[in-house]
Protein backbone atom coordinates (compact mmCIF):
# COMPACT_ATOMS: atom_id res chain seq x y z
CA UNK A 1 0.00 0.00 0.00
CA UNK A 2 1.09 3.80 -1.04
CA UNK A 3 2.15 5.39 2.12
CA UNK A 4 -1.13 7.66 3.31
CA UNK A 5 -0.32 11.67 2.71
CA UNK A 6 -0.44 13.29 5.75
CA UNK A 7 -3.15 15.55 6.76
CA UNK A 8 -2.83 19.26 6.33
CA UNK A 9 -2.77 20.73 9.27
CA UNK A 10 -5.43 23.38 10.55
CA UNK A 11 -4.27 27.05 10.27
CA UNK A 12 -3.20 27.55 13.85
CA UNK A 13 -5.98 30.60 15.14
CA UNK A 14 -4.28 33.94 16.25
CA UNK A 15 -4.09 35.02 19.42
CA UNK A 16 -5.67 38.26 20.11
CA UNK A 17 -4.27 41.18 22.15
CA UNK A 18 -5.29 42.31 25.00
CA UNK A 19 -7.21 45.07 23.77
CA UNK A 20 -8.39 42.56 21.26
CA UNK A 21 -10.14 40.25 23.83
CA UNK A 22 -11.52 42.96 25.73
CA UNK A 23 -13.29 44.35 22.99
CA UNK A 24 -14.33 40.88 22.17
CA UNK A 25 -15.97 40.64 25.68
CA UNK A 26 -17.71 43.84 25.53
CA UNK A 27 -19.25 43.39 22.57
CA UNK A 28 -20.26 40.04 23.71
CA UNK A 29 -21.45 41.31 26.81
CA UNK A 30 -23.31 44.14 25.26
CA UNK A 31 -25.70 41.27 22.88
CA UNK A 32 -26.02 39.30 26.23
CA UNK A 33 -27.27 41.87 28.41
CA UNK A 34 -29.47 43.43 25.61
CA UNK A 35 -31.18 39.77 25.42
CA UNK A 36 -31.58 38.71 29.03
CA UNK A 37 -30.46 41.32 31.67
CA UNK A 38 -28.04 42.20 34.14
CA UNK A 39 -29.39 39.06 36.59
CA UNK A 40 -29.97 36.55 33.74
CA UNK A 41 -26.30 36.53 31.87
CA UNK A 42 -23.54 34.70 33.59
CA UNK A 43 -20.15 34.73 33.70
CA UNK A 44 -19.99 31.32 32.48
CA UNK A 45 -22.23 32.30 29.70
CA UNK A 46 -20.13 35.22 28.81
CA UNK A 47 -16.73 33.47 28.78
CA UNK A 48 -18.13 30.04 26.89
CA UNK A 49 -19.67 32.93 24.17
CA UNK A 50 -15.80 33.72 23.95
CA UNK A 51 -14.24 30.60 24.32
CA UNK A 52 -12.02 31.21 26.51
CA UNK A 53 -12.12 30.38 30.53
CA UNK A 54 -13.73 32.29 33.13
CA UNK A 55 -10.27 33.26 35.06
CA UNK A 56 -10.01 35.66 31.83
CA UNK A 57 -13.08 37.61 32.46
CA UNK A 58 -12.57 38.34 35.85
CA UNK A 59 -8.72 39.18 34.65
CA UNK A 60 -10.11 41.84 32.61
CA UNK A 61 -12.88 43.15 34.26
CA UNK A 62 -13.11 41.95 37.63
CA UNK A 63 -16.70 40.15 37.73
CA UNK A 64 -19.63 40.33 36.01
CA UNK A 65 -20.59 44.25 37.53
CA UNK A 66 -17.72 45.62 36.38
CA UNK A 67 -18.18 44.11 33.02
CA UNK A 68 -21.59 45.12 33.13
CA UNK A 69 -20.29 49.18 34.25
CA UNK A 70 -18.14 49.62 30.97
CA UNK A 71 -20.93 48.40 28.49
CA UNK A 72 -23.48 50.90 29.85
CA UNK A 73 -20.79 53.66 30.35
CA UNK A 74 -20.32 53.21 26.70
CA UNK A 75 -24.14 53.60 25.90
CA UNK A 76 -24.39 56.96 28.16
CA UNK A 77 -21.39 58.04 26.16
CA UNK A 78 -22.73 57.68 22.98
CA UNK A 79 -26.25 58.57 23.16
CA UNK A 80 -25.60 61.40 25.22
CA UNK A 81 -22.58 62.62 22.55
CA UNK A 82 -25.21 62.13 19.94
CA UNK A 83 -27.80 64.44 21.79
CA UNK A 84 -25.51 67.32 22.43
CA UNK A 85 -23.29 67.18 19.00
CA UNK A 86 -27.37 67.64 17.78
CA UNK A 87 -28.35 70.38 19.84
CA UNK A 88 -27.12 72.93 17.53
CA UNK A 89 -28.52 76.28 17.59
CA UNK A 90 -31.86 77.02 16.66
CA UNK A 91 -35.23 77.66 17.15
CA UNK A 92 -36.65 76.44 19.73
CA UNK A 93 -38.90 74.17 18.09
CA UNK A 94 -36.12 73.13 15.77
CA UNK A 95 -33.78 72.56 19.06
CA UNK A 96 -36.94 70.05 19.79
CA UNK A 97 -36.74 68.25 16.65
CA UNK A 98 -32.98 67.70 17.04
CA UNK A 99 -33.52 66.16 20.27
CA UNK A 100 -36.32 64.26 19.37
CA UNK A 101 -34.32 62.75 16.06
CA UNK A 102 -30.86 62.53 18.30
CA UNK A 103 -32.90 59.70 20.38
CA UNK A 104 -34.50 57.72 17.68
CA UNK A 105 -31.30 58.16 15.85
CA UNK A 106 -29.34 56.80 18.93
CA UNK A 107 -32.48 53.71 18.69
CA UNK A 108 -32.00 52.57 15.45
CA UNK A 109 -27.94 52.74 15.06
CA UNK A 110 -28.04 51.34 18.52
CA UNK A 111 -31.37 49.36 20.01
CA UNK A 112 -29.48 46.75 21.97
CA UNK A 113 -27.67 49.30 24.24
CA UNK A 114 -30.99 51.24 24.31
CA UNK A 115 -32.25 48.30 25.89
CA UNK A 116 -29.58 47.68 28.09
CA UNK A 117 -30.46 51.65 29.53
CA UNK A 118 -33.89 51.12 29.48
CA UNK A 119 -33.76 47.73 31.41
CA UNK A 120 -31.20 49.12 34.01
CA UNK A 121 -33.66 52.49 34.52
CA UNK A 122 -37.46 51.08 33.61
CA UNK A 123 -39.81 53.73 33.72
CA UNK A 124 -41.08 55.17 36.83
CA UNK A 125 -37.61 53.96 38.04
CA UNK A 126 -35.67 57.37 40.18
CA UNK A 127 -32.58 56.02 39.44
CA UNK A 128 -30.27 55.15 36.78
CA UNK A 129 -28.30 55.92 33.35
CA UNK A 130 -31.54 56.03 31.62
CA UNK A 131 -33.13 58.59 33.99
CA UNK A 132 -29.75 60.54 34.35
CA UNK A 133 -29.34 60.91 30.43
CA UNK A 134 -33.46 61.95 30.37
CA UNK A 135 -32.50 64.27 33.26
CA UNK A 136 -29.01 65.71 31.97
CA UNK A 137 -31.27 66.57 28.52
CA UNK A 138 -33.91 67.61 30.48
CA UNK A 139 -31.61 70.36 31.83
CA UNK A 140 -30.43 71.49 28.70
CA UNK A 141 -34.12 71.96 27.19
CA UNK A 142 -35.24 73.97 30.60
CA UNK A 143 -32.49 76.69 29.53
CA UNK A 144 -34.09 77.08 26.18
CA UNK A 145 -37.48 77.04 27.47
CA UNK A 146 -36.78 79.79 29.87
CA UNK A 147 -36.00 82.17 27.42
CA UNK A 148 -39.25 81.72 24.94
CA UNK A 149 -41.47 81.71 28.34
CA UNK A 150 -39.79 85.05 29.15
CA UNK A 151 -40.06 86.05 25.46
CA UNK A 152 -43.68 85.18 25.52
CA UNK A 153 -44.45 86.45 28.72
CA UNK A 154 -44.88 83.01 30.70
CA UNK A 155 -44.03 82.52 34.24
CA UNK A 156 -40.04 81.23 33.46
CA UNK A 157 -40.73 79.13 36.99
CA UNK A 158 -42.62 76.44 35.29
CA UNK A 159 -39.93 76.22 32.60
CA UNK A 160 -38.35 73.27 34.67
CA UNK A 161 -42.35 71.14 34.62
CA UNK A 162 -42.71 71.67 31.56
CA UNK A 163 -39.00 70.35 30.29
CA UNK A 164 -39.60 67.28 32.35
CA UNK A 165 -43.11 66.85 30.65
CA UNK A 166 -41.51 67.27 27.17
CA UNK A 167 -38.47 64.97 27.72
CA UNK A 168 -40.37 62.29 29.19
CA UNK A 169 -42.94 62.13 26.34
CA UNK A 170 -39.85 61.39 24.06
CA UNK A 171 -38.08 58.91 26.17
CA UNK A 172 -41.86 56.88 26.25
CA UNK A 173 -42.03 57.51 22.18
CA UNK A 174 -38.63 56.15 21.79
CA UNK A 175 -39.19 53.23 24.17
CA UNK A 176 -42.52 52.25 22.24
CA UNK A 177 -40.49 52.64 18.77
CA UNK A 178 -37.45 50.00 19.74
CA UNK A 179 -39.68 47.59 19.13
CA UNK A 180 -42.70 49.12 16.56
CA UNK A 181 -40.37 50.62 14.49
CA UNK A 182 -43.53 51.64 12.60
CA UNK A 183 -43.98 54.18 11.54
CA UNK A 184 -40.69 55.46 10.26
CA UNK A 185 -38.63 57.70 12.42
CA UNK A 186 -39.52 61.23 10.68
CA UNK A 187 -43.14 60.23 11.07
CA UNK A 188 -42.34 59.52 14.68
CA UNK A 189 -39.83 62.09 15.21
CA UNK A 190 -42.71 64.95 13.29
CA UNK A 191 -45.61 63.87 15.25
CA UNK A 192 -44.04 63.99 18.52
CA UNK A 193 -42.71 67.64 17.60
CA UNK A 194 -46.21 68.18 16.77
CA UNK A 195 -47.92 67.33 19.92
CA UNK A 196 -45.35 68.67 21.82
CA UNK A 197 -45.43 71.73 20.20
CA UNK A 198 -48.81 72.68 19.00
CA UNK A 199 -50.69 70.45 21.65
CA UNK A 200 -53.87 68.63 20.94
CA UNK A 201 -55.83 71.71 20.28
CA UNK A 202 -53.53 73.27 17.60
CA UNK A 203 -52.01 70.06 15.83
CA UNK A 204 -51.34 70.09 12.45
CA UNK A 205 -53.24 68.37 9.77
CA UNK A 206 -50.19 66.91 8.18
CA UNK A 207 -47.16 67.33 10.32
CA UNK A 208 -43.52 67.74 8.96
CA UNK A 209 -40.04 68.62 10.17
CA UNK A 210 -38.55 71.39 9.10
CA UNK A 211 -34.55 70.77 10.17
CA UNK A 212 -35.12 68.54 6.73
CA UNK A 213 -35.81 71.00 4.52
Do not use: C
Not at 175 to 201: C, H, Y
Amino acid sequence: MPPREPRPKKPARSRMTAAERREQLIEIARTVFSEKGFDGVSVEEIAARAEVSKPVVYEHFGGKEGLYAVVVDREVRQLLGMVREALTSGTPRLLLEQAAFALLDYIEESPEGFRILVRDSPLGSASGSYVSIMSDIATRVEFILVDEFKRRGFDAKTAPMYSQMLVGMVGTTGQWWLDARKPGKEVVAANLVNLAWNGLSGLESKPGLRITD
